[in-house]
Every structure is written in C-alpha cells, then in structure tokens.
T-cell receptor, first 113, second 111 residues
Framework: GAGVSQTPSNKVTEKGKYVELRCDPI?????LYWYRQSLGQGPEFLIYFQGTGAADDSGLPNDRFFAVRPEGSVSTLKIQRTERGDSAVYLC???????????FGPGTRLTVL | KQEVTQIPAALSVPEGENLVLNCSFTDSAIYNLQWFRQDPGKGLTSLLLIQSSQREQTSGRLNASLDKSSGRSTLYIAASQPGDSATYLC??????????FGTGTRLTVIP
C-alpha cells in the first residue's frame, strides 16, 4: 500500500514569506507526527496529532509555527515570517495509533534565502 | 528531557564484516526503542522496534538488543554488504508519544 507522502519535496522561499508543507499519512493511521531535521542531526519532534486534535505541540519552536489536521487525515504545517534558521528537512510520520511503529515520509527540504 | 547518544558517529568496515552500533539514552522510562536507516536525501526506514518489555528483536541479518535499566541498545549487523551503507538512527518513545532521536552513525561498507 501507499506510504506517507509529503509535498512539495523541495521548497525555496525568501526570508519573511509564508510556507505550507503538506503530509498525507498512511490510510487508517490515527496518529501523525511532524519532525524537523537539521543537517547532521537527528530529527527533532515538533507536534503530534491523535485524530484531528494536536495531542502534543510542545516541540513547536515558537508561534510562527502552526499545524492542522482538520479531518484527521492530511496535515499541513504552516510557517509564518520564515527565517533562515527555519531551513531544514521537515519530516512527517504516521502510526496506526500512538506508541506503534512510526512510518516516515521522504520529507520536505525547506530552504529560506 | 530524554537524551540519546550514538557512538561512533561514523564507521567504515570492509564488506563481510560483522559490526555493532551503539545507542545510549538517559531516561529509562521508555515504551519502546526503534532503529531506523536513512539514506542520503531520503526519509527514515524503520528497521526494528523493541518494546520496553523485550530484550531483543531480529530481522534477517539485523539484531537489536535493549537493556532498559542501563539505558543501552545495540544494533548488530552480520555479514555487512555495500548496500548497508547509510546512516543508522536510534530513537526512544516516551510517554509523550514522540520519538527522541540520536544523531546517528554513518556507516560505510567498502566493497
């Protein structure tokens, strides 16, 4: 079956712009996660959804970052007033439910010029 | 906050060798531990998941062990092949339902 998909695969934007990153989880997975991976580092947790609600958003670095999952499937990570330090690979993962194996998408590479 | 450390940061071995990758974590109150593989420019592929109540898991040439009380896990790769070259990441799942990752071990298997 289809895995986790993310679009776009690459996004280049200018400092101060707004960006949206999309994640399509595996069908039937109730849990969805966003992580951010900087060069040479392991992924760092941003936010976790169980169904439509954000069960844990403690990893979001500041209020410029926001994520939604309105119908409990597709999720969008939104970044306002982008900064050069936001440049990273943004990874999405889903699992059947919390504490199960997480399956990762290929990521979106965000570059802020 | 959980801290996960992986040693070594990089490793080169000749094809056919057996090897061990190490992972340590500071908070033993974990639900499970996962080992992932990441190829350059790609996402993560789950290799093995060990529940907190388990001691080891095996898949093909891979064997992962978990010693929760000492905060350690190892990934053993038997008869390494050039196709095993990748970065290997370990991650622990805590009660918060998010994964804490190490920085990875970059493995190169030389033909």
């Amino acid at each position: 079956g289809a895995g986790v998909s993310q679009t776009p695969s690459n996004k280049v934007t200018e400092k101060g712009k707004y960006v949206e990153l999309r994640c399509d989880p595996i069908s039937g997975h109730t849990a969805l996660y966003w992580y951010r991976q900087s060069l040479g580092q392991g992924p760092e947790f941003l936010i976790y959804f169980q169904g439509t609600g954000a069960a844990d958003d403690s990893g979001l670095p500041n209020d410029r970052f926001f994520a939604v999952r309105p119908e409990g499937s597709v999720s969008t990570l939104k970044i306002q007033r982008t900064e050069r330090g936001d440049s990273a690979v943004y990874l999405c993962a889903s699992s059947l439910k919390g504490q199960d194996t997480q399956y990762f998408g290929p990521g979106t590479r965000l570059t802020v010029l | 906050k959980q801290e996960v450390t992986q040693i070594p940061a990089a490793l080169s071995v000749p094809e056919g060798e057996n090897l061990v990758l190490n992972c340590s974590f500071t908070d033993s109150a974990i639900y499970n531990l996962q080992w992932f593989r990441q190829d350059p420019g790609k996402g993560l592929t789950s290799l093995l998941l060990i529940q907190s109540s388990q001691r080891e898991q095996t898949s093909g040439r891979l064997n992962a062990s978990l010693d929760k009380s000492s905060g350690r896990s190892t990934l053993y790769i038997a008869a390494s092949q050039p196709g095993d070259s990748a970065t290997y990441l370990c991650a622990t799942l805590t009660g918060a339902n998010n994964l804490f990752f190490g920085t990875g071990t970059r493995l190169t298997v030389i033909p």
